[in-house]
């Protein structure tokens, strides 16, 4: 799914408002612990012309051409990683133990996150028990209309619902 949508549904699965907006972070994070940094190295690596690997057409469909090396690499190098269930457990038992622990909700939006990429996600494949289990699924992709629009006209409503709601009770 795209890391917008998964910013708005991390916006719609927190509870308080003023905290909203974090949720919203959470829900983009696995995607941005992937992307900026796997970015950055092929920046480093090949000027502003690494900046536009994986923008051929069609690259993310099971049909589309091989992804290129650098892809590759940063799916293994961060995508597993931050993409994993496993991790997210083990980093939340840790924060629990610390004086921080009340922002163990934060890993709600992130791993719906991880699970709203499991069927969405057709070139990526998700591998939420990672580093456990090399066990994946290959979906289908989220640009497809089929998931795309049905993701929007849902997040557009569930956002629309959450935001009066707290409206209404800040209004109270």
């Known amino acids: ?103 163990c909700w934060l890993a709600v939006p992130y791993a719906l996150h991880i699970l709203m990429d499991l069927p969405t996600h057709e070139r990526y494949e998700g591998r939420p028990f990672y580093p456990l289990s090399d066990w994946y699924f290959i979906g289908v992709s989220w640009g497809d209309p089929r998931i795309l629009i049905p993701n929007f006209i849902a997040l557009g409503i569930a956002v629309w619902i959450v935001t009066r709601r707290r409206q209404k009770a800040d209004s109270e």
């Open 1 to 103: 799914m795209d890391t917008l949508s998964h910013a708005g549904w991390g916006f719609v699965v927190s509870k308080r408002k003023g905290m909203a907006w974090w949720g919203a972070l959470a829900g983009a994070m696995p995607d941005l612990l992937f992307f900026i940094p796997s970015r950055i190295e092929m920046l480093f690596e090949r000027g502003w012309s690494g900046l536009r690997i994986g923008n051929e057409p069609g690259i993310w469909r099971a049909d589309g051409p091989p992804l290129p090396p650098e892809l590759v690499e940063a799916y293994w190098r961060y995508y597993v990683w931050s993409h994993s269930l496993v991790m997210l457990a083990a980093l939340t038992g840790a924060l629990a133990l610390t004086r921080f622990r009340r922002w």
